[in-house]
């Protein structure tokens, strides 16, 4: 693996963890709203 290829993989995993957050930030939104079978996608 080139160093271009590890600072790309930093970046994906950064990415996707940005969107996990974001996930977690609007399942937490729709629990608190009592809304528990809300699909989040």
């Not at 977690?24 to 996608?41: I, N, S, V, Y």
Request: aromatic share 10%; glycine share 8%.
């Amino acid at each position: 693996m080139n160093r271009e290829e590890v600072q790309l993989l930093g970046f994906e995993i950064v990415a996707f963890a940005g969107d996990a957050r974001s996930k977690f930030l609007e399942a937490l939104t729709a629990a608190q709203a009592g809304d528990f079978a809300k699909q989040m996608h």
